[in-house]
């Protein structure tokens, strides 16, 4: 595990998968999951960050939110032929945890081609969930034409700049931002957007816990495929004082996690289909598993925080 | 076991069953059930495997060393979307020549302008075709807004 120095300075990681070529990749393939413990419990993966923080999961009083992502409503293809299907499992399966969630968050991909049906049709989805709110942050899947106007026009009340906010319940303070809009090659935040985050947060208590939601990582995954943000750096400097910071993302369509510093960073799965590990293949081209295989790569994201705990409790599970 | 391999060349069979088995190494920090995402072949050498360079205002982050259009300009006036990337990356073209673009993969893509408003297609499925004439000269980079790693130039000429 990477060593922790609450407060500090970030330790400057030199093992990240952006600077390898796939055969540097392959190679240190033991830097996959190297940063984070993960457990495998009856189908579903914990993550232990920093020892007990799994421990909030049985606490009635924690809080409690789920994280779905990138569930491309409108995609049509032999890599998931019933898109629609899956979301629904995911929502059911949602609905069916033992403790409701206080919020839902979507981390964006909610439809495949940005079209005013399939938003329609998303939106009307996600009001099927028991929580007590649903947050969403965009993808690039929702502004593939009109940089994103359908989208907020959808899902935009209450944001600011092109669509991002922020929210504070139960002491932890979650930050939703928007990095699929102005891009080239890489996710982008901006200039605007990167002085909100830096006034967001300039008035909390350094022991605030943070948590961060993004589409595309905020950390080099696989920059080649524009898995990565090219701005992030600056976002990150923002909430270095800060003892405890996780960020969330999507658009990968596989688990990661990893630790650089003070900030832990676990990218979620879809619930629509799978995409290559960083590197196999020419492009992150949908993958078609064999028959069955498909429920296995698809899943939600349950996160319990105990007030006074450092970490936060991360469970993958699969898709039910 | 009955695998699916979508895009894969047959001769490209034998590297992934090669890559069943790195893939396995790189699953383990997954699901339990992943190595099923060891489907691929590796990546071409041209595409994994290209110099790379570091951006500056990421430390260590490093992205490939080609930029928007980089490769020698073609004159011509259609565009191949092919494997995640516009071919040739580069064209050029008469002021009032009209540019056909036409997508020959499964997955979605679109021809938008990096700025300005120029070019702004919408979502191209597969086999569909987008045209654009260029009244005025210019240097126009694009890129596709769901890929948007996939960059490429129009260049016109008086």
Same mark, same amino acid.
């Given at each position: 595990?990477?060593?922790?120095?609450?407060?500090?300075?970030?330790? *400057?990681?030199?093992?990240?998968?952006?600077?390898?070529?796939?055969?540097?990749? #392959?190679?240190?393939?033991?830097?996959?999951?190297?940063?984070?413990?993960?457990?495998?419990?009856?189908?579903?993966?914990?993550?232990?960050?920093?020892?007990?923080?799994?421990?909030?999961?049985? *606490?009635?009083?924690?809080?409690?939110?789920?994280?779905?992502?990138?569930?491309?409503?409108?995609?049509?293809?032999?890599?998931?032929?019933?898109?629609?299907?899956?979301?629904?499992?995911?929502?059911?399966?949602?609905?069916?945890?033992?403790?409701?969630? *206080?919020?839902?968050?979507?981390?964006?991909?909610?439809?495949?081609?940005?079209?005013?049906?399939?938003? /329609?049709?998303?939106?009307?989805?996600?009001?099927?969930?028991?929580?007590?709110?649903?947050?969403?942050?965009?993808?690039?899947?929702?502004?593939?034409?009109?940089?994103?106007?359908?989208?907020?026009?959808?899902?935009?009340?209450?944001?600011?700049?092109?669509?991002?906010?922020?929210?504070?319940?139960?002491?932890?303070?979650?930050?939703? #931002?928007?990095?699929?809009?102005?891009?080239?090659?890489?996710?982008? #935040?901006?200039?605007?957007?990167?002085?909100?985050?830096?006034?967001?947060?300039?008035?909390?208590?350094?022991?605030?816990?943070?948590?961060?939601?993004?589409?595309?990582?905020?950390?080099?995954?696989?920059?080649?495929?524009?898995?990565?943000?090219?701005?992030?750096?600056?976002?990150?400097?923002?909430?270095?004082?800060?003892?405890?910071?996780?960020?969330?993302?999507?658009?990968?369509?596989?688990?990661?996690? @990893?630790?650089?510093?003070?900030?832990?960073?676990?990218?979620?799965?879809?619930?629509?289909?799978? #995409?290559?590990?960083?590197?196999?293949?020419?492009?992150?081209?949908?993958?078609?598993?064999?028959?069955?295989?498909?429920?296995?790569?698809?899943?939600?994201?349950?996160?319990?925080?105990?007030?006074?705990?450092? /970490?936060?409790?991360?469970?993958?599970? @699969?898709?039910? | 076991?009955?695998?699916?391999?979508?895009?894969?060349?047959?001769?490209?069979?034998?590297?992934? $069953?090669?890559?069943?088995?790195?893939?396995?190494?790189?699953?383990?920090?997954?699901?339990?059930?992943?190595?099923?995402?060891?489907?691929?072949?590796?990546?071409?050498?041209?595409?994994?495997?290209?110099?790379?360079?570091? &951006?500056?205002? &990421?430390?260590?982050?490093?992205?490939?060393?080609?930029?928007?259009?980089?490769?020698?300009?073609?004159?011509?006036?259609?565009?191949?979307?092919?494997?995640?990337?516009?071919?040739?990356?580069?064209?050029?073209?008469?002021?009032?020549?009209?540019?056909?673009?036409?997508?020959?993969?499964?997955?979605?893509?679109?021809?938008?302008?990096?700025?300005?408003?120029?070019?702004?297609?919408?979502?191209?499925?597969?086999?569909?075709?987008?045209?654009?004439?260029? $009244?005025?000269?210019?240097?126009?980079?694009?890129?596709?807004?769901?890929?948007?790693?996939?960059?490429?130039?129009?260049?016109?000429?008086?």
């Amino acid at each position: 595990m990477t060593a922790r120095r609450p407060g500090g300075e970030p330790e *400057d990681s030199q093992d990240r998968p952006g600077g390898m070529s796939r055969r540097q990749l #392959l190679r240190h393939g033991a830097w996959f999951g190297g940063a984070v413990v993960l457990t495998v419990v009856g189908g579903e993966v914990i993550s232990h960050v920093g020892g007990a923080a799994a421990a909030a999961a049985d *606490d009635p009083n924690a809080l409690r939110f789920v994280q779905l992502s990138d569930s491309h409503i409108g995609f049509h293809g032999p890599a998931n032929l019933d898109v629609t299907g899956s979301f629904t499992r995911a929502i059911n399966q949602v609905n069916g945890l033992d403790r409701r969630p *206080d919020f839902v968050m979507h981390t964006g991909d909610l439809t495949h081609l940005s079209t005013p049906a399939q938003f /329609d049709q998303v939106h009307q989805m996600m009001g099927e969930l028991h929580t007590g709110k649903v947050f969403v942050v965009p993808g690039e899947h929702d502004s593939v034409d009109d940089h994103g106007e359908k989208y907020r026009a959808t899902f935009g009340a209450g944001t600011r700049g092109d669509g991002w906010y922020s929210f504070d319940i139960k002491g932890v303070h979650f930050i939703a #931002l928007v990095n699929t809009l102005a891009l080239e090659k890489l996710g982008h #935040l901006g200039v605007d957007q990167l002085e909100f985050i830096e006034r967001d947060v300039a008035g909390l208590s350094s022991d605030t816990p943070i948590v961060v939601f993004s589409h595309i990582p905020l950390f080099a995954m696989y920059p080649t495929w524009g898995w990565g943000t090219d701005d992030a750096t600056q976002a990150l400097s923002y909430l270095r004082r800060f003892s405890s910071v996780t960020c969330l993302n999507g658009h990968v369509h596989q688990l990661f996690s @990893k630790t650089e510093g003070n900030v832990t960073f676990h990218s979620a799965t879809t619930t629509a289909y799978p #995409l290559p590990h960083p590197g196999q293949g020419p492009a992150p081209i949908p993958l078609t598993l064999p028959a069955g295989a498909l429920g296995d790569a698809l899943g939600i994201r349950e996160v319990t925080y105990e007030t006074g705990q450092h /970490d936060l409790a991360v469970r993958d599970r @699969k898709l039910a | 076991m009955h695998r699916s391999w979508g895009w894969l060349p047959i001769t490209q069979l034998a590297a992934a $069953a090669l890559a069943v088995a790195a893939a396995t190494v790189l699953a383990a920090c997954a699901m339990p059930s992943d190595t099923s995402y060891g489907q691929q072949a590796p990546a071409p050498a041209t595409t994994a495997d290209q110099a790379t360079q570091p &951006m500056p205002g &990421m430390t260590g982050m490093v992205m490939p060393a080609s930029a928007p259009g980089a490769d020698a300009p073609v004159a011509t006036n259609t565009v191949a979307i092919q494997n995640f990337a516009f071919a040739p990356g580069t064209v050029t073209v008469k002021a009032g020549t009209t540019v056909t673009w036409t997508n020959q993969d499964q997955e979605p893509h679109t021809v938008t302008s990096v700025s300005g408003d120029e070019l702004k297609s919408p979502a191209l499925n597969a086999g569909e075709t987008f045209k654009h004439t260029f $009244a005025t000269p210019g240097h126009f980079d694009y890129l596709c807004t769901i890929h948007p790693f996939m960059t490429a130039t129009v260049v016109v000429t008086p």
